[in-house]
């Protein structure tokens, strides 16, 4: 389904009925992700997906995508649906996007889950590694967007995967350049938002690869250190929705249940 938000079409499925869980795919991902999930949490309870800005069906609004204009599409879409509290899970920059809308409307909120996803804002290192990765997809975006998608993995789970990665890099490759550059630059500037997992009302949940490419293993300890948001880790990488799918499927029935 397609809904109007500031000029462009924001793309969003609906399915199952019960308690609201919205899904948030990350950054070069869309809807489909969750595909596997959501079939199986609709049987008991309301899911819906979005397509965030830039990616899957969902238009552009800029040339840079903050993930609070991320998180205003998403909000257009709940609102739209009239659904006034709810689960939220974010993958990746899913999560941060999520972790904004938490902040704005934590009486909305039932629990939150970032899955392979931080509090914490880019490093210098990693607004760097972005600002790189936005100049060679200007001239090879192809090569940029399928080397990113392997290197999500953990490496001994390349082959394993081989058919779930050829999958990702089609989807991937679905996401426009102008998107790709708008998130990327959306990202570079998110807030630290670590004050969340200390002091918000609902229940959190935070879902980790040991091995993850992209997100410091013991950054992430940190972050929750004195808290109650409860810690899932596997040994794999940044996909663990793939990697470790039935677990990760458990651990979210479970924890919305």
């Not at 938000?5 to 009925?17: N, R, V």
């Not at 991320?70 to 993958?91: C, E, N, P």
């Not at 109650?228 to 663990?240: A, F, N, Q, R, T």
Request: proline share 3%; with cysteine; hydrophobic share 40%.
């Amino acid at each position: 389904m397609f809904l109007e938000h500031k000029g462009t079409s924001i793309y969003y499925t609906d399915s199952g009925k019960g308690t609201a869980i919205i899904l948030l795919h990350g950054f070069l991902e869309n809807s489909s992700m969750w595909s596997k999930i959501a079939s199986e949490l609709s049987k008991k309870h309301r899911v819906i997906c979005i397509d965030l800005l830039g990616h899957g069906k969902t238009g552009c609004i800029g040339y840079i995508h903050t993930m609070e204009m991320m998180a205003d599409a998403v909000q257009t879409v709940i609102s739209h649906l009239k659904i006034r509290r709810y689960y939220i899970v974010g993958h990746s920059m899913g999560g941060y996007v999520s972790l904004v809308l938490a902040e704005r409307l934590p009486d909305n909120i039932k629990g939150l889950v970032l899955m392979n996803s931080t509090t914490k804002p880019d490093s210098p290192e990693r607004i760097e590694i972005r600002t790189r990765g936005i100049e060679v997809a200007k001239t090879n975006y192809k090569a940029m967007v399928e080397m990113s998608i392997a290197n999500l993995f953990k490496p001994e789970n390349v082959k394993k995967f081989a058919k779930d990665i050829k999958t990702l890099k089609k989807e991937a490759l679905k996401t426009p350049l102008q998107g790709y550059i708008a998130a990327q630059e959306g990202m570079k500037t998110r807030q630290d938002l670590e004050v969340l997992l200390h002091f918000s009302p609902y229940k959190k949940m935070i879902i980790i690869g040991k091995a993850d490419p992209v997100l410091n293993y013991n950054a992430i300890l940190q972050q929750i250190e004195n808290t109650e948001v409860k810690l899932v880790e596997y040994p794999d990488g940044h996909m663990s929705y793939i990697e470790n799918e039935s677990e990760v499927l458990q651990e979210l029935m479970h924890f919305i249940e």
